[in-house]
Nanobody, 127 residues
Framework: QLQLVESGGGLVQPGGSLRLSCAAS????????IGWFRQAPGKEREGVSC????????NYLDSVKGRFTISRDNAKNTVSLQMNSLKPEDTAVYYC????????????????????WGKGTLVTVSL
């Protein structure tokens, strides 16, 4: 059974850091692109970061560039999102999602294109 389980969320003050993890099981992890998405109250889900199946390609939402770093460990079937300099506007439920890698041009991740989703972890940035 394919599973994606997020962890690492919590309450942090502005300027602080959190590290989110996504643990995958039940599929051939190194054949899948993994993305992090977030959804704030009253807003649509948006893509935050994406990493190719080999880990050599990444992309980021403009508002998190320079603050967030995505990485993966295919030996451990995990993807991490290191979040630094957190802002109140980063408050959201964060989800990891997976889609099979495709041959050709790297296209990153889109909400509609992901095949499997975790249940999310809440990140709250507040004093």
């Amino acid at each position: 059974q394919l599973q994606l389980v997020e962890s690492g969320g919590g309450l942090v003050q502005p300027g602080g850091s959190l590290r989110l993890s996504c643990a995958a099981s039940g599929f051939s992890f190194d054949y899948y692109v993994i993305g992090w998405f977030r959804q704030a109250p009253g807003k649509e889900r948006e893509g935050v970061s994406c990493i190719s199946n080999s880990g050599n390609k990444t992309n980021y939402l403009d508002s998190v560039k320079g603050r967030f770093t995505i990485s993966r460990d295919n030996a451990k079937n995990t993807v991490s999102l290191q979040m630094n300099s957190l802002k109140p506007e980063d408050t959201a439920v964060y989800y990891c999602a997976a889609r099979r890698a495709r041959v050709g041009v790297w296209r990153g991740c889109s909400t509609a294109g992901m095949e499997y989703w975790g249940k999310g972890t809440l990140v709250t940035v507040s004093l």
